[in-house]
C-alpha cells in the first residue's frame, strides 16, 4: 500500500541486454518510479544492460532487476516493451517473453509497447482485431498478424479484452508515459 491508501502498482519492462533504445527504457522508468510506480526490468541475464541511442550510439548501462526467466507475470500491473532494433528483434525469440506477453493478454492486463517493441506482440500472436502504431518497418508485420497499423504518436485499444498501448519512437514518450499512467490508474 501507498500513504494514500492504493495499492502500488507494478510494472514490469522486458528488455535484451543490448540494443534497447536508451530513452525508451530509461523515461518511463524514471517517470513511473517518479511517480511512485514499482518499476523491475527483467532482462535475459542479469549482465549490465547496454542501451544504445538512435540504434547506434552507446547509451547509459542499466542493470535488471531480474531476468526474463525469473519473471512472475501475475505479480505485476503493466507490461512496458521499450524498442530499439537490436533489443526486439532479439527480445521476440526469447520464449520467455512471448508468455510473459500471452500471460498479460490472457488476463486483461494492460501492454505498453514503444517504437519496435510491438514485435514481440506480433510474435505472441494476440493481434488480431487490435488497432496500433509503432516505427513504419513494421506495418506490414502487424498487418501479416491480423492488427491495424496507423501512424499516430499514441494509440490505446481497449478491445479483446486487453487493453494496448503503442507509440512510433522516442519523440512520442510523453504521451504514451501519459497513456500508461492513465491505464495504471484505471486498474482495480
Not at 2 to 29: C, H, I, M, S, W
Not at 150 to 157: G, I, L, M, W
Request: proline share 6%.
Amino acid at each position: 500500500m501507498t500513504d494514500n491508501g492504493k495499492k502500488q502498482r507494478k510494472v514490469l519492462a522486458v528488455v535484451t541486454n543490448y540494443g534497447v533504445e536508451q530513452d525508451e527504457l530509461v523515461v518511463p522508468v524514471d517517470q513511473l518510479r517518479g511517480a511512485g510506480v514499482q518499476v523491475d526490468v527483467a532482462a535475459v541475464s542479469t549482465d549490465d544492460i547496454l542501451t544504445l541511442v538512435g540504434d547506434k550510439d552507446p547509451g547509459k548501462s542499466v542493470r535488471p532487476d531480474l531476468t526474463l526467466d525469473d519473471v512472475d507475470p501475475t505479480a505485476y500491473d503493466l507490461l512496458l516493451i521499450p524498442g530499439g532494433t537490436l533489443n526486439s528483434d532479439t527480445l521476440r525469440l526469447q520464449s520467455a517473453t512471448t508468455g510473459i506477453v500471452r500471460s498479460f493478454t490472457e488476463s486483461g492486463r494492460p501492454v505498453a509497447a514503444i517504437c519496435h517493441g510491438p514485435w514481440a506482440v506480433v510474435e505472441a500472436d494476440v493481434l488480431t482485431g487490435k488497432r496500433l502504431t509503432s516505427y513504419a518497418s513494421l506495418r506490414t508485420d502487424i498487418r501479416n498478424a491480423g492488427g491495424e497499423w496507423t501512424d499516430e504518436p499514441v494509440v490505446t485499444d481497449g478491445s479483446g479484452g486487453w487493453t494496448l498501448i503503442t507509440s512510433r519512437n522516442p519523440g512520442d514518450l510523453e504521451p504514451f508515459v501519459g497513456e500508461i499512467r492513465t491505464a495504471l490508474a484505471a486498474r482495480p
